[in-house]
């Protein structure tokens, strides 16, 4: 599209031609490189792009398909030096390879340097469109730097238009920053906004009703959008936990148990959700099966400091 609209529609044919048998074929093999790539195949899909790049060289822009390979197969150096070939194509790609080496960088250790080379790229970009302003905020809020990221967003919102199907999406992700930065009132009407523009949201309905409950507060609200939130995602077990852990905090102890079983069950190895089934357990006086989740609890590699302290007093005094 931008070829074409900066008058280089001559360029896509440089890539690409159709009348090409060879192009054609080599396109086969660059899709069934994708499906390999999708279902983490990646010796597959680099052996399938091979032969797409051997039949058509020109289609540099397939090479983004191998860099990212290399990325998930952590060879950090090789996946970068394909990004820094990609940049010439055009604009597009090269705002899309930049924060893709910037990506790379923050995985190799290096948060601040990463953020500091995307700005460097993104301050290039003449006149900015709210997309670029949306993936730049969606880097900082990935990285933890939630201020930056609702600065990004809220120019975002200001130059989208309000019929674009990215806003509620975009009014989601500021909403969830400001929660990250303890600022409930501004939270919650983003989350709320987001869902008058697309209400089966299951994802937004999710963390507005959790973040209710944890703050004991609409818990009946809470538990119609859960349920609604189940309806749409029938097998996500952080929903399943959300609308158990709501019929915990409004004393339904056997329907909480219910769905927290189906959370455990979908992912055994989330602490918090364990531990929000053991709590469940303990309410029922099923006091052993309740130590015993508390004890798997203590093994699990992603228990935070916090609930690891809050766990190994449970273990010694239960649940007051």
């Not at 093999?29 to 060289?57: D, G, P, Q, R, T």
Request: aromatic share 14%; charged share 30%; hydrophobic share 40%.
């Amino acid at each position: 599209e931008n070829f074409i609209l900066s008058g280089k529609s001559e360029k896509i044919i440089n890539f690409f031609n159709c009348q090409n048998p060879e192009d054609n074929i080599a396109e086969i093999f660059y899709i069934l490189s994708n499906l390999y790539a999708s279902e983490e195949e990646y010796n597959l899909s680099n052996f399938y792009l091979s032969l797409s790049l051997y039949l058509n060289n020109k289609f540099t822009p397939n090479k983004a398909l191998l860099a990212e390979n290399l990325f998930y197969e952590k060879k950090y150096k090789m996946s970068k030096k394909i990004y820094n070939s990609l940049k010439s194509i055009g604009p597009i790609y090269s705002w899309y390879a930049s924060k893709s080496i910037s990506a790379i960088i923050s995985e190799m250790g290096n948060i601040d340097l990463s953020i500091l080379n995307l700005e460097k790229e993104f301050d290039s970009i003449i006149n900015p469109s709210f997309k670029e302003y949306y993936e730049m905020a969606n880097f900082y809020k990935d990285r933890e730097y939630y201020k930056k990221s609702i600065e990004y967003y809220s120019i975002a919102l200001e130059k989208i238009t309000k019929d674009h199907l990215l806003l509620p999406k975009i009014l989601y992700r500021r909403g969830t920053s400001y929660e990250r930065l303890n600022d409930w009132d501004k939270a919650e009407a983003d989350l709320k906004k987001s869902l008058e523009i697309l209400p089966n949201q299951a994802f937004v309905l999710n963390y507005l009703a959790y973040s209710w409950t944890e703050k004991k507060i609409n818990i009946q609200e809470a538990l119609e959008m859960l349920t609604r939130a189940t309806e749409l995602e029938e097998d996500n077990g952080y929903i399943l936990d959300s609308l158990g852990w709501a019929y915990y905090a409004n004393k339904e102890y056997v329907l909480a148990e219910k769905f927290l079983r189906q959370a455990v069950e979908l992912m055994p190895l989330e602490s918090v959700i364990n531990d929000h089934y053991a709590d469940t357990l303990w309410m029922l006086n099923k006091r052993i099966q309740a130590r015993y989740f508390w004890k798997q609890v203590l093994d699990l590699d992603d228990i935070e400091k916090d609930l690891k302290e809050k766990v190994n007093k449970k273990l010694v005094f239960g649940l007051n």
